[in-house]
């Protein structure tokens, strides 16, 4: 990416016997250099510079050598040839361009510094401020987290200049190309590659397949780039630069072509400007009826502006200028408009970051105003131009791009000069889960029965974060005030476990299913795990499991209970549990003693089948020792208290606690059948 063939990007413009054959031997740098043969001013003035035995000669000679390499942006030379020049005391103007190319390679820090020395040692330090600011400015973009990812198209791009890719039809596509399939043999004698040529290819699943030329009459032996077309597909404007052979020159012009069902038509030179005005970047609005351009004419207000024209009955309109709302002191190129008739253009005379940046600007009654630079990474500090959308929102919920387009730049990591990319706006979204371990805080903090004062943090609490399936996706420890964080998934289920000494461990779940946002970046998910402390001889509340008379067989919501209970048993796998089986006092008191024992073995059967080490586990039958009520042998009792006997308790057959049971609120009640 050396030597990126913006011919027209320069401020010179004008580009006198720059593609010219030219009739004697060129012998030395200066010669080169006024014919802009800048691909080979560069070998002759290092040579000069080699054999200069003058300082002051030798230091411009350094410097001529670093304008040389800018000029076909090959920014890596042209600094350390800025730099040669300020060591031979080449004063503030090397200064500034070597701070210049730092800036276009995005050594954002080090431009930085040469712009404040510039500002202590130039009679007017507003420039340097301006640029150090933009320097700032670039350092502190790159750091943002994006949402856009820019990519090169390698299918397209090749080791010349590959720019301004434009919808033509269907899936097909043009762009402008330097590459060794341009027509013609004539080197351009500034960047040492072919003249450009127009190139069509087309958008596959797989992706762009071989660009191939769209040869003549469109493409000839010189300079064709930036086509633009009508709705239809059948017609064309592009660019064709050609030589004047009178004013030992080149121009730029408007062409205009048409599509005959069979093959474009002969190029017809659009007059909107005399010959000696250059016009770049055409844009033809959807409707046909608004063409948009980039002009050197006189009267502008730098370089290049940019100006409209409307179509009318003869043609086209006196172009019109987009004022300074728009253009400004250096070079404005490659306009767009989007949907909403918003401006897209590049511009190196706004506050950017190196060369060309791209910027929008707001559609008013009137024209556009506010152009706003699209920051990195749609800029780099090379030129960033041929800027445009090809979607502007997700077509399904599924679809993760909200917009995207193509644009073309110089930046570095590209295959040659000018390479074409692609960008992408992704609808990214980074979960957070952000959480806080607690416990009760009881007045007394050794009795399990004094007042509950509320919750407080609970430090050094291990953490795991867990897939559905009990899979350890990551842990921490609550820190200080019992806080910790994890990072999730888009669209998962999570299982969060808090265990510590000392308390029973517990599980709570989360998900990030559901919860993308496109407006978002960040998403925070909150959980708040609360841990029981453990305290000899307490009796932990679960709900209890109830039998029908004379039966063993477990209720159904019973089930539901021993289900819910083997989390329990698997957040907590060092306890024992004792399964004790209660009944009510009708029937013989051996009777029920038996019929106790088979109820508790029955739950202890369920537990084991369900994957519970049968040495976790102890099935006690009580009968009706423990009745909860004074329904005993021969006293006047409802089915409903008697109900309340019938039942299952749990505890806790460990050195640290114990666990029982106590009655729910609600207990579904069975008729009585016959006694036995």
């Known amino acids: 990416m050396k030597r990126a063939s913006k011919y027209f990007f320069l401020t010179a413009i004008v580009f006198v016997a ?56 090959d920014w890596a030379n042209a600094e350390k040839w800025y730099k040669q020049s300020l060591d031979l005391k080449g004063g503030e103007e090397s200064l500034y361009m070597l701070a210049m190319m730092q800036k276009q390679q995005e050594k954002y820090q080090e431009a930085l510094k040469s712009f404040e020395e510039y500002q202590k040692i130039a009679g007017n330090g507003f420039e340097g401020r301006k640029q150090a600011m933009q320097c700032q400015d670039a350092i502190e973009w790159k ?21 301004a890719l434009v919808p033509y039809k269907q899936k097909q596509f043009v762009y402008s190309s330097s590459r060794n399939e341009a027509l013609g043999t ?44 009508s709705k239809d597909a059948k017609e064309m404007y592009f660019i064709r630069c050609k030589d004047d052979q009178q004013k030992s020159a080149q121009y730029c012009n408007l062409y205009y072509t048409a599509f005959n069902n069979e093959h474009w038509e002969e190029p017809v030179k659009i007059d909107l400007f005399a010959d000696s005005i250059n016009i770049y970047d055409p844009f033809l609005s959807k409707d046909g009826k608004l063409l948009l351009f980039a002009s050197d004419a006189r009267g502008g207000f730098g370089a290049t502006d940019l100006y409209m024209a409307t179509k009318v009955d003869t043609g086209w309109s006196t172009p019109q200028n987009l004022t300074r709302n728009i253009n400004t002191p250096g070079s404005e190129r490659f306009p767009w408009l989007d949907d909403k008739s918003n401006l897209y253009y590049s511009s190196n005379g706004l506050p950017g970051m190196g060369g060309l940046d791209i910027f929008k600007a707001t559609k008013t009654k009137t024209g556009y105003k506010d152009p706003v ?81 509320g919750l407080k943090n609970l430090p050094k609490a291990k953490v795991d974060l867990k897939s559905t399936d009990d899979r350890v996706i990551a842990s921490t420890f609550s820190d200080s005030i019992g806080n910790f964080a994890f990072r999730l998934n ?39 795990i609360e841990l029981e402390k453990i305290f000899p001889q307490k009796m932990l509340v679960i709900p209890n499991i109830y039998y029908d008379y004379d039966k063993a067989t477990l ?122």
Not at 46 to 65: G, L, R, V, W
Not at 388 to 404: E, G, H, N, V
Not at 414 to 420: E, F, L, R, V
């Open 555 to 676: 209720r159904p919501e019973s089930k539901l209970v021993l289900d819910s209970i083997l989390i329990f048993f698997n957040e907590n796998p060092d306890l024992t549990i004792e399964l004790g089986s209660h009944t009510d006092s009708r029937g013989s008191d051996d009777y029920n003693l038996k019929l106790s024992q088979a109820r508790a073995q029955s739950a202890v059967d369920y537990l084991i089948e369900k994957g519970i080490p049968k040495d976790r586990l102890v099935a006690k039958g009580y009968g009706e020792t423990m009745l909860v009520n004074n329904c005993s042998n021969g006293v006047n009792c409802t089915e409903e208290e008697h109900q309340k006997n019938r039942r299952t308790t749990l505890r806790v057959v460990s050195a640290k606690l114990n666990l029982e049971s106590i009655q729910p609120e609600d207990i579904r009640v069975v008729p009585k059948p016959e006694e036995k």
């Open 186 to 229: 004539e080197r351009d004698g500034w960047t040492g590659e072919k003249f450009t040529d127009l190139f069509i290819t087309e958008k596959k699943e797989t992706g762009f397949a071989a660009p191939t030329n769209i040869g003549a009459p469109v493409n000839t032996i010189a300079h064709e780039s930036s086509a633009t077309f």
């Open 18 to 73: 720059a593609c010219k054959t030219v009739p004697f031997k060129v012998n030395n740098g200066n010669t080169a250099v006024s014919l802009k043969l800048y691909h080979q001013s560069t070998d002759f003035l290092i040579k000069e510079f080699n054999e200069e035995k003058d300082p002051i000669k030798k230091q411009q000679k350094a410097f001529e050598i670093g304008e040389s390499y800018r000029k076909f942006n």
């Open 373 to 453: 630079n699209l920051k990195y990474p749609i800029n780099s500090g090379a030129d960033d131009f041929g800027f445009r959308i090809d979607k502007y929102k997700p077509s399904s919920a599924d679809d993760t791009i909200l917009y995207s387009g193509y644009l073309s730049s110089n930046r570095p990591g590209g295959k040659g000069g000018d390479d074409i990319y692609r960008f992408e706006e992704k609808w990214i979204n980074l979960f957070v889960l952000r959480g806080k371990v607690v416990e009760k805080n009881y007045e007394k903090p050794d009795d399990a029965e004094s007042k509950v004062l």
């Open 143 to 163: 750091k943002e987290f994006l949402k856009i990812r820019v990519t090169n198209i390698e299918a397209l791009n090749s080791a010349a200049n590959d720019y």
């Open 490 to 528: 888009a669209e998962t289920d999570y299982k969060v476990a808090g265990t510590k000494n000392g308390y029973f461990s517990k599980t709570e779940y989360t998900s990030t299913k559901g919860k993308r946002n496109e407006d978002s970046t960040i998403i925070t998910l909150h959980v708040q």
